[in-house]
């Protein structure tokens, strides 16, 4: 690769980067936190993007739009609380629409509640964006495991879909211009659909050569015997997690259940995706730069899961029943800043 388009670090480090920062998102529901998060995600986004991956801003701008956008959408279908800020119009639908109530009284716990919700939305999209930009997808798909041989393949042609998409957009837009077109509307119909017929064409191509490269012939049938588990762990699970929830007596006895059903589901999803004899070659090795950004993300994580559980920290925070302000502590914070490390620690050429 050249050099300023060579991808920052392992890409199993920024995997655990990646599934750090999404717990920490879901763990959390303090919108200063999730401010926090997206904060940091945008940052180690803007550090690692390159002329190849500056196709995924469009994907982020939009994706933010849409995200606040949601907040009137959430406070027009119903609103909560005492604390009334102000009133709209309301708008009762007929029976035979559920009877749902468009508008009316808008309060400060509903509003601080869909604000943290898109502040969520655009953490991931933050997250999702960082990772995208810092990976190398080929490097990545050598170390899916065997029997995720296929689904690694889907996976790796769906990642690299949008921002190519729209690389291959702005590309056409600047033939257009360039041919003396501009950006008239009539424009827009032509390139749609060349955008889709090249989309699909680069997708099959990138997968036939994923398969004849022999990533897609990795698989190794299953056993009925492991199969008949996962499926047992996963009637575990979900009686637990039904348990948990409507059977408070039995909270102990339903998250054992939960637990053992998803640790056996996981263990025979392990034991199948490794289970196969293919020799991967020139894997990229790890070093202490990554080791650290997955230690430190890592780290994080667990650390505003422990703030969670420990009720500390306000990570729980809900604006009902009476809105307040959210409390901002140090730990957490600091632990959400933990994201911003691949920005310090950079990987030798």
Known sequence: MRGAEQPRGHPGAWAIWMSSAMLMV???????????????????????????TRALEVLLIFGVVLSFLSIPLNLVTGSAGPTEVFVLPALTL????????????????????ATD???????????????????????????????????????????????????RARTL???????????RWATVPASLLSLLSDGLDRAVQRAESLDARGFGALTVPGRWSETALSIGGLFLAAVGAFSWYYAEDAQPLAASALLVGALLVVSMAWRQAMRGTAQRLFLTMWQQ???LVAATAAFGAATLLGLRLAGAGDANYLPFPVVRAPAYSLAAASACLLLLTPLFARSEP
């Open 289 to 291: 730069t990554d080791v």
């Open 117 to 167: 919700q898109a502040l969520a939305l655009i953490a991931i999209l933050c997250i999702i964006c960082a990772f995208n930009a810092s990976i190398d997808h080929f490097q990545l798909l050598k170390l899916t495991p065997p029997g995720l041989a296929q689904l690694g393949v889907v996976v790796t042609v769906g990642l690299l879909l949008v921002p190519e998409t729209l690389a």
């Open 94 to 113: 007929p029976g035979w629409l559920g009877s749902i109530t468009l508008g009316g009284r808008i309060t400060a716990e509903s509003l601080l509640y």
């Open 26 to 52: 879901l763990v959390t529901s303090n919108p200063l936190y999730h401010a926090t998060i997206a904060l940091g995600a945008l940052l180690v986004y803007a550090g690692v993007r390159s002329a190849r």
């Open 173 to 183: 837009r600047e033939a257009h211009v360039t041919r003396g077109r501009g950006d």
